[in-house]
T-cell receptor, first 115, second 114 residues
């Protein structure tokens, strides 16, 4: 049972346009959400995060929106650049005691930005 | 800082052989995580440690898998005996108390079991 779902395996966007990557979750105990970016042959790298007490967080060209009632978050990239072409993972965390912060990942969305 | 270091980067072995994957976390980080990535299941957590102590190993698929962290700067994931279905990319990640949610990943080990 997937608790974090990224329903679009791939997305193609023209350079300069907006990229919107979506993520849905089922566990209402999740209280922190992150986006990771992964290039081929490299490990995932942290991109941006949002706490469940917020509905928006912005960092340069990247903005994450959280809709708790819909259990949905999205990552907006504006404007998209060819270097943004990568696999994007959505991750969610629920505090589970013993000071632990386990992350549950979606399966990823491959973004291709076309020059 | 060099980041999380994993070795080897690639491992090809025959079914039945023992495989040992190695990880050096970022200095000062007190959480260490082992993940496995496959096409079917995506990124799944296998086990994680806090201050060298295993906290949750519920993601370890079978008794063939074991992990150790003898000190703060080294961890191993061992598969014995290996099977073709173990073929995957294995990632190690670490995090610290100051930014506990943000995990820093190594480059991964691509394991192929023939």
């Amino acid at each position: 049972d997937q608790q974090v779902k990224q329903n679009s395996p791939s997305l193609s966007v023209q350079e300069g346009r907006i990229s919107i990557l979506n993520c849905d979750y089922t566990n209402s105990m999740f209280d922190y959400f992150l986006w990771y970016k992964k290039y081929p042959a490299e490990g995932p790298t942290f991109l941006i995060s949002i706490s469940s007490i917020k509905d928006k967080n912005e960092d340069g060209r990247f903005t994450v929106f959280l809709n708790k009632s819909a259990k949905h978050l999205s990552l907006h990239i504006v404007p998209s650049q060819p270097g943004d072409s990568a696999v994007y993972f959505c991750a969610a965390s629920a505090f589970s005691g013993a000071g632990s912060y386990q992350l549950t990942f979606g399966k990823g969305t491959k973004l291709s930005v076309i020059p | 800082d060099a980041g999380v270091i994993q070795s080897p980067r690639h491992e090809v072995t025959e079914m039945g052989q023992e495989v040992t994957l190695r990880c050096k976390p970022i200095s000062g980080h007190d959480y260490l995580f082992w993940y496995r990535q496959t096409m079917m299941r995506g990124l799944e957590l296998l086990i994680y440690f806090n201050n060298n102590v295993p906290i949750d190993d519920s993601g370890m698929p079978e008794d063939r898998f074991s992990a150790k962290m003898p000190n703060a700067s080294f961890s191993t994931l061992k598969i014995q005996p290996s099977e073709p279905r173990d073929s995957a990319v294995y990632f190690c990640a670490s995090s610290g108390q100051s930014s506990s949610y943000e995990q820093y990943f190594g480059p991964g080990t691509r394991l192929t079991v023939t």
